[in-house]
């Protein structure tokens, strides 16, 4: 009878904690799958067209812009963030207005949106085009010839002004490559005449406060009557904005423009990291599996390697930039580029050197994954080969290795995850938040691996605790956060298909 009531209280003991853990992993993952969608949700609506209102207040002033959000407090009650553009006669490009202050609002369809490349955008209604035959564009009777002329200038002032700039590129990249200067001075001939040409119009337009400002056309991104948009006209320029978002550098201290060059940085240094970290993991792991003599110091070996997965990811940076950047880099500029010298082409941060300092950080994983995996193979593959006159290199290198590939990659999916993410090593090491020429390109030797690089952590932390205008800041910093995630997430399915690959063929295959 004791012994039953023992067991029913083991029983209802055990049953709670298992229904304890179960809470906390249901907790765990409502807190994960909640942040993914405040972060999908933010992220996905930073370029949706947001309508242009204008608000009339009771103290008789005009506000005309986007309402951004919307939130509540208890000494004001609900207020509004607005964007009012670059106007002169405000604080700034943002505002906050309390919801019980507006007399009333209105949608403002005449008012068209300009982007120009720096400054921020602008509200205004487009007047005319200085320097072409266009009528005025104010007008209700101006004709639909006016509109196409006006298209046809700027269309043709900014492919005059992307002409130069491509030209800017093919410069700098003779002048890396050490090209005549014969050439060089043509080229830049041409790219002044190709400015010169664009410089000559300029876009008239009235704010929303009466005042008359110019604008060269050939800055301007992106000029559209939001308000006026049907759904299907938001949605293509919607998916543009994504399009160029994805493809073009960064403007106006990181707040605007795209993120393409942090892309790109990002997916080389993983590569790189992800090519330097799994053979160096794989040896000391086979070591430490099929060849070490057991013992204290091997016992020794494995806590230090367990250990250094918890060390501070800053450590690793310090100790990459006083290693790497200035012992390493430092002996290579004195050895063959002392020609250079002072300025140094090795002994600073570059992307060879954050790859290999975030190779150490993500080693104890790949380490400990390959150990587990070299474990798990079944012995009796180990002694049938054997038995078949094998060597043990030959056993481990065709046999033993192959089997233990899958546990090899899920190592790697964990470093990759981890490595892609860190922020920290990467300002010392040869992060930067701007870099004009991408370690890949067209010049030999091609691959660039004493160049200083963009990465998408570092842009977000940029953009959220360096950036100026904050309020601006935040709907790039949503965005960049949710394509690092989906980059992050299309490495790890590469990895995890090929290791799902691997696993196939090897319940297929017969040793």
Same mark, same amino acid.
């Given at each position: 009878?004791?012994?039953?009531?023992?067991?029913?209280?083991?029983?209802?003991?055990?049953?709670?904690?298992?229904?304890?853990?179960?809470?906390?992993?249901?907790?765990?993952?409502?807190?994960?799958?909640?942040?993914?969608?405040?972060?999908?949700?933010?992220?996905?609506?930073?370029?949706?067209?947001?309508?242009?209102?204008?608000?009339?207040?009771?103290?008789?002033?005009?506000?005309?812009?986007?309402?951004?959000?919307?939130?509540?407090?208890? $000494? *004001? #009650?609900? @207020?509004?963030?607005?964007? +009012?553009? &670059?106007?002169?006669?405000?604080?700034?490009?943002? %505002?906050?207005?309390?919801?019980?202050?507006?007399?009333?609002?209105?949608?403002?369809?005449?008012?068209?949106?300009?982007?120009? $490349? *720096? #400054?921020? @955008?602008?509200?205004?209604? +487009?007047? &005319?085009?200085?320097?072409?035959?266009?009528?005025? %564009?104010?007008?209700?009777?101006?004709?639909?010839?006016?509109?196409?002329?006006?298209?046809?200038?700027?269309?043709?002032?900014?492919?005059?002004?992307?002409?130069?700039?491509?030209?800017?590129?093919?410069?700098?990249?003779?002048?890396?490559?050490?090209?005549?200067?014969?050439?060089?001075?043509?080229?830049?001939?041409?790219?002044?005449?190709?400015?010169?040409?664009?410089?000559?119009?300029?876009?008239?337009?009235?704010?929303?406060?009466?005042?008359?400002?110019?604008?060269?056309?050939?800055?301007?991104?992106?000029?559209?009557?939001?308000?006026?948009?049907?759904?299907?006209?938001?949605?293509?320029?919607?998916?543009?904005?994504?399009?160029?978002?994805?493809?073009?550098?960064?403007?106006?201290?990181?707040?605007?423009?795209?993120?393409?060059?942090?892309?790109?940085?990002?997916?080389l240094m993983t590569i790189l990291m992800s090519m330097a970290v799994v053979p160096f993991g794989v040896m000391a792991a086979i070591y430490l599996r099929e060849y070490a003599t057991p013992g204290p110091l091997l016992s020794t070996v494995r806590v230090c390697v367990n250990n250094l997965a918890g060390v501070p990811s800053i450590v690793f940076g310090v100790f990459g930039?006083?290693?790497?950047?200035?012992?390493?880099?430092?002996?290579?500029?004195?050895?063959?580029?002392?020609?250079?010298?002072?300025?140094?082409?090795?002994?600073?941060?570059?992307?060879?050197?954050?790859?290999?300092?975030?190779?150490?950080?993500?080693?104890?994983?790949?380490?400990?994954?390959?150990?587990?995996?070299?474990?798990?193979?079944?012995?009796?593959?180990?002694?049938?080969?054997?038995?078949?006159?094998?060597t043990k290199w030959q056993v481990i290198s065709r046999v033993v290795l192959p089997a233990a590939l899958p546990g090899v990659l899920t190592g790697l999916i964990l470093a990759m995850a981890r490595g892609a993410g860190e922020v920290a090593p990467l300002m010392i090491t040869g992060v930067v938040k701007l870099a004009p020429d991408l370690p890949l390109d067209g010049v030999?030797?091609?691959?660039?691996?004493?160049?200083?690089?963009?990465?998408?952590?570092?842009?977000?932390?940029?953009?959220?605790?360096?950036?100026?205008?904050?309020?601006?800041?935040?709907?790039?910093?949503?965005?960049?956060?949710?394509?690092?995630?989906?980059?992050?997430?299309?490495?790890?399915?590469?990895?995890?298909?090929?290791?799902?690959?691997?696993?196939?063929?090897?319940?297929?295959?017969?040793?």
């Open positions: 009878m004791r012994s039953e009531q023992k067991n029913s209280t083991v029983r209802e003991v055990g049953s709670a904690w298992i229904w304890l853990s179960a809470l906390c992993i249901a907790l765990a993952l409502a807190l994960l799958f909640g942040l993914l969608l405040i972060i999908f949700l933010n992220g996905t609506s930073a370029f949706w067209p947001r309508h242009v209102y204008e608000a009339e207040l009771w103290d008789g002033s005009r506000i005309v812009g986007q309402i951004i959000s919307k939130d509540r407090s208890k $000494e *004001s #009650g609900e @207020r509004q963030l607005w964007f +009012v553009g &670059n106007d002169t006669t405000k604080a700034g490009r943002f %505002l906050y207005i309390v919801s019980r202050d507006v007399k009333e609002l209105r949608k403002a369809s005449e008012y068209h949106v300009m982007e120009p $490349e *720096s #400054g921020g @955008r602008i509200f205004g209604v +487009v007047l &005319n085009v200085e320097g072409a035959l266009v009528g005025s %564009l104010a007008d209700e009777g101006h004709s639909e010839n006016d509109e196409d002329r006006f298209l046809v200038t700027w269309r043709e002032a900014r492919s005059k002004i992307s002409s130069a700039r491509l030209l800017e590129q093919e410069a700098r990249r003779k002048l890396r490559a050490g090209s005549g200067s014969g050439i060089d001075q043509e080229l830049m001939q041409r790219i002044q005449r190709l400015k010169d040409e664009a410089s000559v119009w300029k876009l008239i337009y009235r704010t929303p406060y009466g005042r008359e400002g110019r604008v060269p056309l050939a800055e301007i991104i992106e000029i559209e009557q939001i308000s006026a948009m049907n759904f299907w006209e938001k949605l293509f320029l919607y998916l543009t904005r994504w399009v160029r978002f994805l493809t073009t550098e960064p403007r106006v201290a990181n707040t605007e423009g795209g993120i393409f060059p942090a892309i790109f940085g990002t997916f930039l006083g290693f790497f950047v200035y012992l390493v880099g430092g002996t290579i500029d004195d050895f063959f580029f002392t020609d250079r010298k002072p300025s140094p082409v090795f002994g600073t941060g570059t992307i060879l050197w954050a790859s290999l300092t975030l190779a150490l950080l993500t080693l104890p994983v790949v380490i400990v994954a390959t150990e587990e995996a070299l474990g798990a193979v079944s012995r009796g593959l180990r002694e049938a080969a054997l038995a078949c006159g094998a030999p030797p091609f691959l660039h691996l004493e160049r200083k690089f963009m990465h998408l952590g570092f842009h977000i932390y940029d953009l959220g605790f360096q950036s100026p205008d904050s309020d601006a800041a935040r709907p790039v910093a949503f965005a960049s956060t949710l394509v690092l995630i989906l980059l992050v997430g299309l490495l790890n399915l590469a990895a995890v298909i090929l290791r799902e690959n691997l696993r196939r063929s090897l319940k297929s295959s017969t040793f």
